[in-house]
């Protein structure tokens, strides 16, 4: 499975439960599968590769709503060039720094990642494997 380690100052020393699917906000009038592959692509700076795509359902985390496919595909986590954001940094400083969406990308087995992916996220992982 591949992960992403969440970028910033927050998740820098954290690893388990510090690793996401590649995923984003969409609105209402997009379709939930093209905001998947636009924001894989944003994150990582790949287009999603050749397959077929395998629904793995609904899930909550961080007061949001995660819609998540698996694909069975080739990627070398050496090619992705992650997308950015802005944020204060020091907080209250007045200071904009740009971070990293995610600092780093990596293929883990399911049960590595399940140590390793935000807990919201373990649903997934339990749906890919029931397949």
Known sequence: MLLGHMGGPFWARKDAGAWSVPKGEYTEEEEPEAAARREFAEELGLEVPQGELIPLGEAKGSGK???????????????????????????????????????????????????KIVSAQRPFLDRLTAR
Not at 76 to 87: Q, R
Not at 93 to 106: I, L, M, Y
């Open 65 to 115: 709503v995660i819609t998540v496919w698996a694909l069975e595909g080739d990627l070398d986590p050496e090619t992705v060039t992650p997308g950015t954001f802005e944020m204060e940094w020091p907080p209250k400083s007045g200071q904009k720094k740009t971070f990293p969406e995610v600092d780093r990308v990596q293929w883990f087995t399911v049960e590595e990642a399940s140590a």
